[in-house]
């Protein structure tokens, strides 16, 4: 079984500060990773995945996250928010298996102060 | 090109109504899944075609839960007595092949509403 564990429910930085939302998995195999992330009252975007290729993985909007196996982690950073960047974010963790579904974390509110 | 269509995008509806939903994926697409999205909370599975096949449905909540797919193409969730328990947002998302490093790309939901 698989679980996925987003720490801190909301998040707020200023314009301009790193972003840093936190991402940890459980899966008894190799896992593909990915972030999504969900603007309101629309469906969730694609911003990167880990796919067991380089682990320091490069999505849009200036966003990447680092598979660090040892720590079980997959943490989204952006160097500098801009107010754009308000959103919902969410881990999600496949195992590979047949029908390939995704584990999603709960997710973390991202606000942007000016 | 066209991304995954979700209908309607709102439905309200009394307890105890049959509701159906829409799910349209992106063209070619042969693996197809429903999601439910409970106010605050993250995203649940309910069920994953293959093709016509729904190989696994493990997540759907009750028997007042069904889904179907035709043509490798569109599917209807379909939800029979709902309950208010019932009100989310269904998020349908298609990949290609349904393998593990295929992004799933979602559609924008049915926003349900059970009074």
């Known amino acids: 079984a698989q679980s996925v564990t987003q720490l801190g429910s909301h998040v707020s930085v200023s314009e301009g500060a790193l972003v840093l939302l936190r991402c940890n998995y459980s899966?008894?195999?190799?896992?593909?990773l990915f972030w999504y992330v969900q603007y309101p009252n629309q469906g969730l975007q694609l911003l990167l995945k880990?796919?067991?290729?380089?682990?320091l993985v490069k999505g849009i909007n200036g966003f990447e996250a680092e598979f660090k196996k040892s720590e079980t982690s997959f943490h989204l950073t952006k160097p500098s928010a801009h107010m754009s960047d308000a959103a919902e974010y969410f881990c999600a963790v496949s195992d590979g298996n047949a029908g390939n579904m995704l584990t999603f974390g709960g997710g973390t509110r991202l606000m942007v102060k000016p | 090109g066209a991304g995954v269509s979700q209908s309607p995008s709102n439905k309200v509806t009394e307890k105890g109504k049959d509701v159906e939903l829409r799910c349209d994926p992106i063209s070619g697409h042969t693996a197809l899944y429903w999601y439910r999205q409970r106010l605050g909370q993250g995203l649940e599975f309910l069920i994953y075609?293959?093709?016509?096949?729904?190989?696994?449905k493990s997540g759907l909540p009750s028997d007042r839960f069904s889904a179907e797919r035709t043509g490798e193409s569109v599917s209807t969730l379909t939800i029979q007595r709902t309950q208010q328990e019932d009100s989310a947002v269904y998020l349908c998302a298609s990949s290609s092949t349904g393998g593990g490093n295929q992004p799933q790309h979602f559609g924008d939901g049915t926003r349900l509403s059970i009074l």
């Open positions: 880990y796919t067991s290729a380089a682990t």
């Open positions: 899966s008894s195999v190799p896992p593909y």
């Open positions: 075609f293959q093709g016509n096949s729904a190989p696994d």
